[in-house]
């Protein structure tokens, strides 16, 4: 079953674009990185799911349901953590916790206590007193003390220290294990690589790709380094030619045979064809699409 | 329930905070009227007869002399416009408040409807109206007892019927443009309240401005008109209630589908 689920799924605000066409499948158990750079349309996606923002086009179900028409009932089975967490001034911590809990019908106290221990979060402050890193804590117990089947996290880790993020992780790879789907947006693709098994990327409000970590890795591209020469061969599939010190260095996505051929006649001393990164094949997808736009708008 | 709950411990300070400013003034006016009455009786002729000064509050139509004269019309500065301030500030905040501060999200991802949001949020707003005019009405009774006036009845609670009226209907006029701001309009609703309370001091003062009292609702609420004709105008009220529902109107209709930016 498809924990996420979205066909065309399109949002304008006036004639600003949000995001467009997106089709999305995350299925019930995934762990699913939802990447791109600010500004991409990550958290209008989001927002959109949880039924802040009417679509402008579309549709999206969450476990089937229709996310406009069902809307109550999809929220009772998400936890979600927004980017930039605002409570009620004056609150302290374990009220908000606890208003959050009551607006579900539910008393998630021991659970909460739980969460608040791990990520050493002091339920007698007040909310305004917290730091950006407290705040997102006060975010995460909300977001889990329930038990959610899906948990929608936009940008969770900003904010919260190296230690901090490995114990949340941690916490998302229990709930993980026991059966709950993970949908979390960041910008830093190490870390989605890291922890994620299914990733989606979005640029410009258009999903890009959506595929395995593993298989978005296999790319045919491969990183080139080459002394002796100063100029790439002219070849189709060459990107991101660089050069560094007396190396150049180049994306190639073509076939190997026509590059060795190019390359026999150069006085080369030396040459490296490695696997790129899956940050390089990225920052290689968001450049397409930039040059892509520089294309049209030129 | 949970929101109205919250939104009441929310308010508890400034519900307190105005019913205690208001209640101390109306308190503090009706304990210095023995003192005004004895010049009282010298001065009201002059009072009535300040031409549009009175009329603009309404001194020209009661005695100024008479206890429920007194109170009709100091009550209405003090109880009408202090509770149209602070009703169209709980009216302005209810909605654009939590976009304002950024609360709306936590709340509208929690599997509550907007339609209860709204039911509760509203529910919230009349209810505090309701505590600091009950308040009120209670320093303003026991006030009158201390001085030895006992105020007539009918009036009396016509007096506060009317005034709590025009609250309600100030803060649901305001809840309703709350939910067309992302943005706190404190501004705006302590504008709109004051604007209300000049309109019905213009139509007071030229009669081609007379219809002025369809919109405001310091119209029905005009305390020297209820002393005078002991009822409140049935058109005017009409109006304001008819102007409160359209508010509330307006609030469902553009709140259960509004963006939350």
Redesign the interface.
């Known amino acids: 079953m498809n924990a996420i689920r979205t066909c065309s799924l399109t949002k304008y605000?006036g004639k600003a674009r949000g995001i467009i066409d997106i089709d999305l499948a995350v299925e019930e158990g995934d762990f699913f990185g939802f990447i791109g750079p600010n500004g991409a349309g990550k958290s209008t996606t989001i927002?959109t799911l949880?039924?802040?923002?009417?679509p402008t086009g579309g549709r999206a179900e969450i476990f089937g349901r229709d996310i406009r028409s069902r809307?109550?009932?999809i929220?009772?089975d998400?936890g979600?953590m927004?980017s930039?967490?605002?409570?009620?001034?004056?609150m302290k911590v374990g009220e908000v916790i606890r208003?959050?809990a009551?607006?579900?019908?539910r008393d998630c106290g021991e659970e909460a206590g739980r969460l608040c221990e791990r990520l050493e979060l002091d339920q007698e402050k007040k909310v305004n007193q917290l730091s950006l890193g407290n705040r997102k804590k006060v975010s995460i117990v909300?977001a889990l003390q329930h038990n959610p089947r899906l948990c929608i996290l936009d940008e969770p880790t900003s904010g919260l220290d190296p230690l901090m993020q490995r114990e949340f992780y941690a916490i998302l790879t229990e709930r993980n294990a026991k059966g709950s789907t993970i949908f979390l947006s960041s910008h830093v693709l190490s870390e989605v690589q890291r922890h994620c098994r299914k990733a989606g990327v979005i640029r410009g409000g258009r999903l890009l790709v959506s595929d395995t970590i593993d298989r978005l890795g296999q790319t045919h591209t491969k990183r080139v380094t080459v002394r002796g020469i100063s100029h790439a061969p002219a070849l189709d599939g060459i990107k991101d030619v660089k050069a560094a010190g007396d190396a150049l260095t180049f994306l190639y996505s073509g076939s190997p045979d026509v590059l060795l051929k190019a390359l026999a006649a150069a006085p080369l001393t030396d040459i490296n064809i490695v696997e790129p990164d899956l940050e390089e094949i990225f920052l290689h997808f968001y450049r397409e699409e930039d040059e892509a736009h520089d294309d049209s708008e030129s | 329930m949970?929101?109205l709950k919250?939104e009441l411990r929310?308010g508890a300070k400034a519900l307190i905070l105005w019913t205690a400013v208001i209640g101390f003034l109306l308190g503090i006016c009706i304990l210095i009227y023995p003192e005004m009455e004895s010049q009282m009786n010298e001065i009201s002729g002059m009072f009535s007869e300040m031409g549009s000064f009175s009329a603009a509050f309404g001194m020209d139509r009661v005695n100024f002399g008479e206890f429920m004269g007194f109170f009709a019309v100091e009550c209405g500065n003090v109880l009408g416009l202090g509770g149209a301030l602070f009703g169209a500030l709980l009216g302005i905040g209810a909605l654009a408040g939590e976009e304002k501060?950024?609360?709306a999200?936590?709340?509208?991802?929690?599997?509550?409807?907007r339609r209860s949001v709204l039911l509760q949020k509203l529910g919230a707003v009349l209810l505090q109206i309701l505590i600091l005019n009950g308040a009120v009405l209670g320093i303003s009774l026991v006030s009158a007892l201390l001085v030895g006036e006992a105020p007539e009845g009918k009036t009396f609670v016509l007096l506060f019927l009317a005034y709590l009226i025009l609250q309600m209907e100030i803060a649901s006029i305001c809840f309703g443009i709350s939910a067309f701001l992302s943005r706190g309009g404190q501004g705006l609703g302590l504008g709109i309240a004051a604007l209300a309370y000049f309109l019905n001091i213009i139509a007071n003062l030229t009669e081609d401005a007379g219809f002025l009292k369809y919109i405001t609702p310091f119209g029905y609420a005009e305390g020297a008109d209820i002393v005078a004709e002991g009822s409140l105008n049935s058109g005017y009220l009409a109006a304001g209630i008819a102007l409160a529902l359209l508010g509330i109107g307006a609030a469902f209709v553009w709140y259960q589908?509004k963006?939350?930016a």
């Not at chain 1, 949880?50 to 009417?54: M, Q, T, V």
């Not at chain 1, 930039?84 to 004056?90: L, N, R, V």
Request: net charge neutral.
């Open positions: 605000y927002r949880l039924g802040l923002i009417a809307r109550e009932e929220l009772a998400i979600y927004p930039e967490a605002s409570f009620y001034h004056g208003y959050s009551r607006l579900r019908g909300c | 949970t929101i919250a929310r501060e950024g609360t999200e936590f709340l509208l991802t929690h599997p509550v409807s589908r963006d939350i």
